[in-house]
């Protein structure tokens, strides 16, 4: 088992950034595809982005492509996302994930 816990959400103007952190607990996560979801008020959660093992491989969402950035330090078990040129339509709860479990959420709320 492993639990993760997100952090670094907040309130930001739009244009601005942020750095989500995701800390894995548990289990070592060096082997695993980490990833990053968020769902929006009356919406269903959607992917964002995903980083290998490795990371040799990262993978983003169209919406999020440019903006934002996935990387990961397996020394400290912690997956980050920094997201850059925020929109109000990023305002969302922001989840990690592996294949075994998923984080509690953070929430990003960007105001106009």
């Known amino acids: 088992q492993v639990q993760l816990v997100e952090s670094g959400g907040g309130l930001v103007q739009a244009g601005g950034s942020l750095r989500l952190s995701c800390a894995a607990s548990?289990?070592?996560?060096?082997?695993?595809?980490m990833a990053w979801f968020r769902q929006a008020p009356g919406k269903e959660r959607e992917f964002v982005a995903s980083i290998s093992g490795s990371s040799a491989v990262t993978n983003y969402a169209d919406s999020v492509k440019g903006r934002f950035t996935i990387s990961r330090d397996n020394a400290k078990n912690t997956v980050y996302l920094q997201m850059s040129d925020l929109k109000p339509e990023d305002t969302a709860v922001y989840y990690c994930?592996?294949?075994?479990?998923w984080g509690q959420g953070t929430q990003v709320t960007v105001s106009s």
């Open positions: 994930r592996n294949s075994l479990s």
């Open positions: 548990g289990r070592a996560i060096t082997n695993y595809l």
